[in-house]
């Protein structure tokens, strides 16, 4: 006899069973809500959700207290006032809502596919209603958002306790189930503004204190802080969000694209922000969450407030102002307070990804900041350190990081000549030509050009290749000295390496160039430490450029004459160092063959035969029979 597909006949009389009594019951509390009678049935439906073990009547179960709800939330039978009887209603019916909201949690964990879907379906339903009950219950007629609710959701997606249904067997181990998270972010993370803003709120929530320390004061003993949440104890917390984060690819660039609103009454139009400080959240009342000192904790905002530019000022759509100061329904139709919620949730999420342990989830943030999280921080430059950081790991690590920084340099006038001086210091003198030809116009004009570069390194920049220029070829210098003076033109910290007169006055005065070195050499100790691989502590900014001001007696006429413009006033523009790229020792020559003589220069009328008069024929001759070196001998001036 062939085995039944069907259950058994006694658990299909049991299903039938549970099937009727979820009916009858749902029936009797919707009698009871219209006659506003006992609601004692609404905590046997809710018993039999919590204890059923069949997907299929979980699902009708769930499904049957969600309608029950939707009924509760929109006759008000929440909503503030009445008597105490009501208010001792009011609390049971919270709670009977609570254990039914925890119940959904669980499930987004659940074996079966279906319910985890039908579970964040109704949590974000639920979500709409109980916004839009709070809204219609307000004095002031504001559009308010339940964050109470949200925020179970928001821990749920993160933090993912295990279903509760009994014999599920979930094995997702803590992680977010793909097809919840994939649900959950096409269809309203990617879509709805005010569902994206609250979730990169509840993901990183901390205290203001917290955030100051990690942002500004960078104290390593709160650095550790994402939220209340350790990820010590909840391991997965991080790539939970991660998962998350990196798929948000429809981040708001415009105003005009705020737009889409899970809950409808916040796509309402908000007040002008006022010049008085506004609270943050609004419209929630003690009995729907705790309130803390909501002013207190968003002062974090004023961190990312922007100063406006008077050059980049137009007529934009959506609220102006500082973002510190703006409401809740404010912020939503505010570009830059989503920014700045996006800028927060990256910074404090960025160091928790720099430990070893979270190599494979640093490797993925840095696949998509080029692309997805620099355009839409307020302030790229923030991150600076974390990338700069992540350059040191090397491999593939490493160059992700790269890309990143170039992005940085590229696009947000971001100097970051560390790297390159590193490679600078150990070059020789022969390599020095090989490193200008493609450095002026790509480093002078994009790196050096920022006004975020601390005039040390600057210094030890310059002084680097001043002292390299002694030893240098004539086409090296003519494009060290231009370089040399267009920084210090874009940089007036520098010119007191060229106002140092105590440290050449009388050292290249003298009958010769030998007697000059000299002079130098004697009475002057330069405090640049050569050696030093740190170009932040070579004393370079203390020294001078005595290297350049000796090249006023070099050999080349051209050299000796470019060598004199850092002795004039600096009223010239910039010089183009395309104009200097083309020198080699070739067109020198050329230029010296070609150029026209003034003044004819001395010369002998009569061919001498003898080129060396003190050294004779038996001179040569008893030099070379001692086994010495004539040439070395005869090479000798008095």
């Known amino acids: 006899m062939p085995v039944s597909s069907l259950p058994p006949p006694a658990k299909r009389r049991k299903t039938k069973s549970n099937e009727n009594a979820i009916k009858d019951l749902e029936l009797q509390i919707i009698a009871a809500l219209a006659n506003n009678a006992s609601l004692n049935c609404l905590s046997d439906l809710l018993d039999i959700a919590q204890n059923v073990s069949g997907a299929k009547d979980t699902s009708k179960t769930v499904y049957s207290l969600y309608r029950v709800f939707v009924i509760i939330i929109s006759s008000n039978k929440l909503a503030l006032g009445g008597g105490d009887a009501a208010k001792i209603v009011r ?21 079966e596919a279906t319910l985890r879907i039908s579970a964040l379906e109704i949590l974000f339903s639920l979500l709409k209603h109980l916004s839009t009950s709070l809204t219609k219950s307000s004095p002031d007629n504001q559009p308010h958002f339940h964050f109470s609710h949200f925020k179970h959701i928001a821990q749920a997606l993160l933090l993912c306790p295990p279903s509760t249904r009994h014999g599920s ?53 709160l650095a550790f802080i994402l939220s209340k949440y350790s990820s010590t104890d909840h391991p997965n917390l991080l790539g939970n969000l991660l998962s998350i984060m990196e798929k948000l690819t429809t981040f708001p660039t415009d105003p005009s694209e705020l737009n889409a609103w899970w809950v409808e009454e916040l796509g309402k139009k908000p007040p002008k922000p006022k010049n008085g400080k506004a609270d943050e959240i609004d419209g929630e009342d003690e009995e729907l969450r705790d309130v803390g000192d909501e ?104 160059l992700l990081a790269l890309n990143a920084l170039f992005t940085l340099i590229k696009d947000y006038n971001l100097g970051v000549v560390t790297c390159r001086l590193q490679h600078l210091f150990d070059l020789s003198s022969s390599e020095i030509t090989l490193l200008l030809l493609p450095l002026p116009e790509s480093m002078s004009n994009t790196d050096l050009v920022s006004s975020h570069l601390p005039a040390s390194l600057l210094a030890s920049f310059i002084k680097r290749l001043s002292r ?31 106002h140092r007169m105590q440290d050449v006055d009388g050292a290249f005065v003298g009958k010769s160039r030998l007697a000059s070195w000299h002079n130098l050499l004697t009475s002057y100790i330069d405090p640049f430490l050569a050696d030093e691989a740190n170009p932040n502590i ?41 104009d200097f790229l083309d020198h080699t020792y070739g067109t020198l020559i050329e230029g010296e063959t070609k150029h026209h003589i003034k003044k004819e220069p001395a010369l002998a009328m009569e061919l001498v035969k003898n080129p060396f008069p003190l050294a004779s024929d038996e001179d040569v001759r008893n030099v070379v029979e001692s086994g010495l070196d004539a040439m070395s001998e005869l090479w000798v001036f008095g």
């Open 169 to 221: 067997t979930a094995s997702f181990a803590g992680k977010t189930a793909p097809d919840v998270r994939e649900h959950f972010v096409g269809t309203w993370f990617t879509v709805h503004d005010d569902i994206r803003w609250c979730f990169l709120r509840e993901a990183t929530y901390a205290p203001r204190l917290v955030i100051w320390n990690i942002l500004v004061i960078h104290n390593p003993l």
């Open 538 to 578: 070579t004393n370079a900014i203390d020294s001078s450029l005595w290297e350049l001001y000796s090249h006023k007696q070099h050999y080349d006429s051209a050299v000796s004459t470019l060598a004199r413009i850092l002795e004039e006033a600096f009223t010239k523009p910039g010089y183009s160092m395309e």
């Open 295 to 398: 002013d207190e904790h968003n002062d974090w905002k004023k961190f990312f407030d922007e100063e406006p530019n008077a050059k980049h000022i137009k007529k934009v759509d959506g609220v102006q102002g500082r973002t510190h100061q703006l409401t809740f329904h404010q912020s939503l139709h505010s570009l830059q307070a989503h920014r700045a919620m996006f800028t927060r949730t990256w910074l404090t999420f960025l160091p928790h990804l720099s430990t070893s342990s979270n190599r494979v989830f640093t490797t993925r943030a840095l696949n998509i900041m080029h692309r997805g999280v620099l355009p839409h921080l307020t302030r790229p430059i923030l991150v600076m350190d974390w990338i700069s950081a992540c350059v040191d790991f090397g491999g593939t690590v490493g």
């Open 468 to 498: 390299l220029s002694l030893s240098a070829p004539p086409a090296a210098i003519i494009m060290i000295i231009p370089l040399t003076y267009n920084l210090l033109k874009r940089h007036p910290a520098l010119m007191r390496m060229i």
């Open 91 to 111: 609390k049971w019916v919270w709670e009977r809502l609570d254990a039914y909201v925890n119940l959904l949690l669980g499930l987004l964990q659940d074996e």
